[in-house]
């Protein structure tokens, strides 16, 4: 989901970093946001590292393959990617100016 946000939480405290691989093998530098839980289901909230990307937020299910790995996977359904957006936001309205 690619939905623009300002954080307001100060540049200088640390960031919590995930290095992400896509389906070409490259990886991807993603800033950790927050994982919500939604009818049962885990989701990931990231936005990219790099500047240009960087107020895009992208939206991962988590899939657990066994205790100590996980999987992430893209989820296509637009209608539950503005569901759990808008959970986002309501959640976080206090930390981010949501345009």
Request: glycine content about 4%.
């Amino acid at each position: 989901m690619a939905d623009e946000i300002k954080n307001n939480i100060p540049e200088d405290e640390e960031a919590s970093i995930i290095v992400l691989e896509d389906d070409l093998g490259n990886e991807v530098e993603f800033e950790y946001l927050d994982v919500i839980e939604y009818e049962g289901v885990e989701y990931l909230y990231l936005i990219p590292a790099d500047e240009e990307d960087g107020d895009d937020v992208v939206i991962l299910k988590i899939t657990s393959v066994d205790d100590e790995t996980e999987m992430f996977e893209g989820i296509e359904d637009e209608e539950l990617l503005e569901t759990l957006f808008e959970i986002f936001k309501d959640k976080w309205k206090d930390e981010f100016n949501f345009e």
